[in-house]
């Protein structure tokens, strides 16, 4: 069943966290040498493995016991607020460029570039944690993954617009605080439990 909420929540947090991410930044790259379309096709694909894995990581977590679980999750989530902090919104990444145009080759490029990229990632990790968090897997699987999409079809359609009318600084600093609260309501549900 979807829980809205945790859907809605979901996609706000792992959409302003990767924002200033690389995705962004090599949608952008990808978009500007070839078909949109192609591009999204591929990083697309890449997301739904991430999101999948990450909330099958998510949902193995719910079967510890609450308070573990709460404690392990609010310090994740703590770590990745001091990560977005720490980073600045100052990543950049470098994109291989394929030879030609064909469909299986530029989306294969986006494919693989998210999947290496993304592998790991906060992201990915801030959904293994949701997962963990709310019982609602298909929620935040639902919620993770149109954030992804979205942030990649910004990236790719005029991630170089958002830029300049947003600063990165801002967005990466409201993630930030976005996760800094989960962390610390995380812990305190872990300790009053």
């Known amino acids: 069943m979807i829980t809205f909420s945790v859907l809605a929540l979901t996609f706000g947090v792992v959409f302003l966290a990767e924002l200033p991410d690389k995705t962004a930044l090599a949608g952008l790259v990808l978009g500007t040498r070839y078909r949109?379309?192609?591009?999204?096709a591929g990083v697309a694909a890449a997301f739904v493995v991430?999101?999948?894995?990450?909330?099958?990581?998510?949902?193995?977590?719910?079967?510890?016991?609450?308070?573990?679980v709460h404690a392990l999750t609010g310090a994740l989530f703590l770590a990745g607020?001091?990560?977005?902090?720490?980073?600045?919104?100052?990543?950049?990444?470098?994109?291989?460029e394929p030879g030609d145009q064909s469909f299986w080759k530029v989306s294969g490029a986006g494919f693989m570039l998210i999947l290496v990229a993304e592998f790991g990632d906060l992201t990915q990790i801030m959904t293994a944690n949701l997962a963990a968090r709310y019982d609602?897997?298909?929620?935040?699987?639902i919620g993770a993954?149109?954030?992804?999409?979205s942030v990649a079809a910004i990236g790719i359609l005029g991630g170089k617009a958002l830029m300049k009318r947003v600063p990165l600084r801002l967005v990466t600093r409201i993630a930030a605080l976005l996760m800094l609260g989960l962390g610390i309501w995380s812990l305190y549900e872990a300790v009053a439990a």
């Open 136 to 141: 609602s897997p298909l929620s935040v699987g």
């Open 81 to 96: 607020a001091a990560m977005l902090m720490l980073k600045g919104g100052e990543d950049e990444e470098k994109v291989r």
């Open 145 to 149: 993954v149109l954030a992804l999409w």
């Open 36 to 40: 949109a379309s192609y591009v999204f």
């Open 50 to 68: 991430h999101v999948s894995l990450a909330v099958a990581a998510g949902s193995v977590l719910t079967l510890l016991p609450q308070r573990l």
